[in-house]
T-cell receptor, first 113, second 115 residues
Framework: DGGITQSPKYLFRKEGQNVTLSCEQNLNHDAMYWYRQDPGQGLRLIYYSQIVNDFQKGDIAEGYSVSREKKESFPLTVTSAQKNPTAFYLC????????????FGDGTRLSIL | AQSVTQLGSHVSVSEGALVLLRCNYSSSVPPYLFWYVQYPNQGLQLLLKYTTGATLVKGINGFEAEFKKSETSFHLTKPSAHMSDAAEYFCAVSPSGTSGSRLTFGEGTQLTVNP
C-alpha cells in the first residue's frame, strides 16, 4: 500500500542533543512537508521541499534542519538550538499541483528528558 | 497572503444531531479548500476538498461542505452525528494558480459527540 511512514512514533531528547525524525513516502510525490503541532495552535509549517536537493523554510524553521537527497525521504533534525522541541511532528507529501491534497504520516511525538 | 479562521475551538453535539463546523478564509486569489480530520495520536486524513465546479462537495463518512464565495466560507456539515465522529477537524486553504500545494491551516475544532 502506498503511504507515508514516520519513525519513531515516540522520541526523547536530552538537553544539548540533536535528534532526527524520519519520513519516507512511496507515493511518488515531488513535494514533502514538515509540520509542528502544539495543542490549540493547529499545524505550523517548519520546512518544505518541492523537488530533490531543494527545500525552503516555512514559518517556524529556527532550530530545525532538513535534507532532501532522495525523492522518497525528507528527514527532519531538531537541533539543540530549538529550545522548546516538545511537540507532535507531522510529515506530509503531495504532488506539486496546488489543487491536490497533502497526505500525512502518523506523526512522531518528541519529548524532552 | 491567506488565512483560515475556524470559529469555535470546541463544539459539542448529541449523537444524531446536526454537526456544523465553521471555516472562513481570506485569500487574494481563488482558493482551493480542504477539510481534514485527526484522531488522537494520528496524522490528518482528508475528508473532502473544493477546487472548481460544484460548490457543494461531498466527502467521506457522510460529511459535506459548501463553498460560498460571497461569504468566504467553507463550513463542514453532517446531518446526524455518530460517536465515531469525535475528533479534531482542520480547515485548510491553498492558493490556486501557483506551483506547489503549500497549505495554510486553521487552528482546528475539537468535536465532542455526547451519547
Amino acid at each position: 500500500d502506498g503511504g507515508i511512514t514516520q519513525s519513531p512514533k515516540y522520541l526523547f531528547r536530552k538537553e544539548g542533543q540533536n535528534v532526527t525524525l524520519s519520513c519516507e513516502q512511496n507515493l511518488n510525490h515531488d513535494a514533502m512537508y514538515w509540520y509542528r503541532q502544539d495543542p490549540g495552535q493547529g499545524l505550523r509549517l517548519i520546512y518544505y521541499s518541492q523537488i530533490v536537493n531543494d527545500f525552503q523554510k516555512g514559518d517556524i524553521a529556527e532550530g530545525y534542519s532538513v535534507s532532501r537527497e532522495k525523492k522518497e525521504s525528507f528527514p527532519l533534525t531538531v537541533t539543540s538550538a530549538q529550545k522548546n522541541p516538545t511537540a507532535f511532528y507531522l510529515c506530509a507529501s503531495s504532488s506539486r499541483d496546488s489543487n491536490q491534497p497533502q497526505h500525512f504520516g502518523d506523526g512522531t511525538r518528541l519529548s524532552i528528558l | 497572503a491567506q488565512s483560515v479562521t475556524q470559529l469555535g475551538s470546541h463544539v459539542s453535539v448529541s449523537e444524531g444531531a446536526l454537526v456544523l463546523l465553521r471555516c472562513n478564509y481570506s485569500s487574494s486569489v481563488p482558493p482551493y479548500l480542504f477539510w481534514y480530520v485527526q484522531y488522537p495520536n494520528q496524522g490528518l486524513q482528508l475528508l473532502l476538498k473544493y477546487t472548481t465546479g460544484a460548490t457543494l462537495v461531498k466527502g467521506i463518512n457522510g460529511f459535506e461542505a459548501e463553498f460560498k464565495k460571497s461569504e468566504t466560507s467553507f463550513h463542514l456539515t453532517k446531518p446526524s452525528a455518530h460517536m465515531s465522529d469525535a475528533a479534531e477537524y482542520f480547515c485548510a486553504v491553498s492558493p490556486s494558480g501557483t506551483s506547489g500545494s503549500r497549505l495554510t491551516f486553521g487552528e482546528g475544532t475539537q468535536l465532542t459527540v455526547n451519547p
